[in-house]
């Protein structure tokens, strides 16, 4: 059995029990959302597992191995799905797991350094005029680091990084969606208005469909929301970019040094458009290097291999 699907089926396992015994549902996605969940998170991870055994398929010695990466890759990617999937429905659980929210102390300790934050505001004056041409950049940057990340180490021969990279991120999303359950948060914006009025407006529809959602127990579901749930505590993008930055000094120094102006990006835009408070940033690294660790650990030179 891969390391991933481990990961996978103590994840599944666990999302049985925390849904036992809560008594939670399981939510499922609209064909929108679906389609979001295919095209931001799956794609980006099917495409390498498909053309890099397509490549070694042409040379007519490494074809059975050609056939043994694919069908490897193609066992992650389903494991991949899977984590993919609970980490949303742990993210609607967290505030019907715990309902106690922590806005209130996570803004008291931005007022106490409203000076970091008035800083993440006075650097974004140096891009803002870019994102009226580009108003979704936060999300779109974090997109693009995802499917060139994946598609550069999958590219590799030796696997190694695109496996690891592949773990860590799906340690990321099993963690990261658990440690919601914690401390949950809407986020900063409740307060006050970033200075994104793109993402205000998607800050407000995200904002009404959690406070119905909550007021419900959930009952009040509209799948077409099934990636939209609010979760500020810990900043899950910034994991993610720190994952990908990490992995690609390690396997592709070209590209992590590309990667330190996305990765600072999102870190300042987090705050300065008011999706994250301050204290999100260190807890979204801690989660990032949990994931970047355990996966160098569970996955050695030899393991999973073809």
């Known amino acids: 059995m891969l390391t991933i699907e481990r990961v996978a089926f103590a994840s599944l396992f666990f999302a049985a029990g925390t849904a036992s015994i809560f008594r939670l549902q399981f939510y499922f996605p609209s064909l929108d959302s679906a389609w979001f969940v295919l095209h931001h998170y799956l794609g980006p991870v099917l495409l390498p597992a498909i053309v ?13 191995w050609a056939k043994a990466v694919f069908l490897l890759r193609l066992r992650g990617v389903g494991a991949f799905a899977l984590i993919v ?10 505030q019907l797991i715990n309902p106690k929210l922590f806005d209130d102390v996570y803004m008291g300790i931005d007022e106490k350094f409203r000076s970091v934050v008035n800083c993440a505001f006075a650097l974004s004056v140096f891009y803002r005029s870019g994102l009226i041409y580009f108003p979704h950049a936060y999300h779109q940057i974090f997109i693009s680091m995802f499917v060139l990340s ?13 496996d690891r990279l592949l773990l860590a991120v799906a340690l990321v999303l099993a963690l990261g969606g658990v440690s919601y359950f914690v401390a949950p948060a809407f986020g900063p914006f ?6 994104s009025p793109a993402a205000g407006a998607i800050q407000a529809v995200m904002a009404s469909f959690q406070q119905g959602f909550r007021e419900s127990r959930g009952a009040d579901y509209d799948s077409t929301y099934f990636v939209s749930a609010l979760a500020a505590m810990p900043s899950l993008h910034l994991a993610h970019a720190l994952v990908f930055l990490w992995f690609a000094l390690r396997h592709a120094r070209w590209l992590g040094v590309i990667y330190m102006v996305p990765v600072s990006f999102i ?28 996966a160098n650990r569970l996955i050695l030179p030899q393991a999973d291999s073809p």
């Open 52 to 64: 890099l055994p397509a490549v070694l398929f042409v040379k007519v010695r490494a074809r059975t």
């Open 267 to 294: 870190a300042v835009e987090a705050v300065a458009a008011r999706w994250h408070y301050l204290i999100d940033l260190p807890a979204g690294l801690i989660i990032a290097l949990v994931g970047i660790f355990l």
């Open 190 to 195: 409740v307060f006050e208005a970033g200075d």
């Open 85 to 94: 999937y609970l980490h949303f429905n742990f993210k609607l659980w967290a």
């Open 150 to 162: 994946f598609f550069v180490h999958g590219m590799q021969s030796d696997r190694l990084g695109f």
